[in-house]
């Protein structure tokens, strides 16, 4: 699969219009539906090539864009998400900066 | 004219050669797509989602139907309430400058929301009608055009089928008018045979009275020469001698 491809297991004939929502490969039990102690035999079981988890991140991107923002009739919601998400995301980044405005000596 | 009839007719075979074949592609098309969609459960085709249900704005009803099964209905807000109080009082969130910030911000933000959010929203789903509205137009047009077209081939094939008649009529009037060719003709060769036979017949007759004549003339000749000086005087006698008769009487 190069840079820009569709996956390999997408078959237009099988499958039908491609969805970049769908996951095209063998469907697993979903995480939620696993037992603990199956939980190291689920993770063997994944992916982790850099390639697989760039195409995962892909596909949440595109479940948020279907469900938020590509209805017809979207409200203010997909625009709250991004600037909460990326202030809670730039407060993680400058965590190290920020404790150094604690008021309080003890807690 | 025959010619040009025959490349017509290829015409239009070809025309409804080509028709059946656009037919016949569509149909299998259309058998195909049903086949793949009815049969394979993997073959599927996205349709646009209603947007997600949200609370407060932005966050998501599934994490409140989450916390719905173990807590009800205030379990999601008391874990929030709990959780940023315990983040809040060891200052893991650090409520610096950027914080009162933000709440300033958040306020005009909901105050934005809530005074422009309808005006806007009525505005953008006006928009978003005339826009779906344009497309389903155009859709539309496209859609008649080619029933148009359809409407058109169907007429022009129609007028061919009218064609072939006038071509049939054309065909009969050139036969005609080769008929009557061929009788004119036929008719000039009777007439120039019986200007021949006339001619011969004339002339046959011509050379029997010249040689008729000839001997007539001939045969006058021969009997004037024939006749004696003696046989002229008994004849002349004897005429007179008649003409005497004939006063007496």
């Not at chain 1, 998400?85 to 965590?95: D, E």
């Amino acid at each position: 699969m190069g840079f820009g491809d569709y996956p390999v297991e997408y078959n237009p004939q099988k499958h039908g219009p491609y969805d970049p929502a769908r996951f095209y490969g063998k469907q697993d039990i979903p995480l939620a539906q696993v037992k603990l102690g199956e939980l190291g035999a689920w993770f063997g079981r994944r992916n982790k090539s850099p390639n697989a988890m760039v195409a995962a991140i892909s596909r949440a991107f595109w479940r948020w864009q279907h469900k938020y923002v590509q209805p017809k009739r979207v409200g203010v919601a997909p625009f709250f998400q991004v600037v909460v998400g990326s202030s809670i995301l730039f407060y993680i980044l400058n965590y190290d900066r920020i404790t150094s405005h604690r008021n309080y000596k003890y807690h | 004219m025959l010619s040009r009839a025959l490349l017509s007719a290829q015409q239009s075979r070809a025309l409804a050669l080509l028709g059946s074949r656009a037919t016949a592609t569509s149909a299998s098309h259309a058998a195909a797509s049903q086949t793949n969609e009815g049969d394979l459960p993997e073959f599927r085709r996205r349709v646009r989602e209603e947007p997600g249900k949200v609370r407060m704005g932005f966050i998501p009803e599934e994490w409140f139907q989450f916390f719905y099964n173990k807590t009800g209905v205030t379990g999601p807000y008391t874990f929030a309430f709990t959780l940023s109080t315990y983040l809040v009082s060891k200052e893991i969130y650090v409520l610096e400058h950027e914080f009162y910030n933000g709440i300033s911000l958040a306020i005009i933000c909901v105050a934005g929301v809530k005074i422009f959010g309808p005006k806007v929203a009525a505005a953008l789903d006006r928009e978003v009608d005339e826009f779906e509205k344009s497309w389903v137009q155009n859709r539309q047009n496209q859609k008649d055009y080619c029933s148009e077209g359809i409407e058109l081939e169907k007429k022009l094939q129609s007028s061919m089928e009218a064609q072939n008649m006038l071509i049939q009529a054309k065909r009969e009037n050139v036969a005609l008018q080769l008929e009557a060719n061929y009788r004119q003709r036929l008719m000039t060769v009777f007439n120039e045979v019986k200007k021949r036979l006339e001619y011969q017949t004339e002339k046959q007759n011509i050379e029997r009275r010249i040689a008729q004549k000839n001997l007539v003339e001939w045969v006058v000749a021969k009997v004037k020469a024939s006749i004696t000086p003696d046989q002229e005087k008994q004849n002349i006698d004897r005429c007179i001698a008649d003409l005497a008769n004939l006063s007496k009487a």
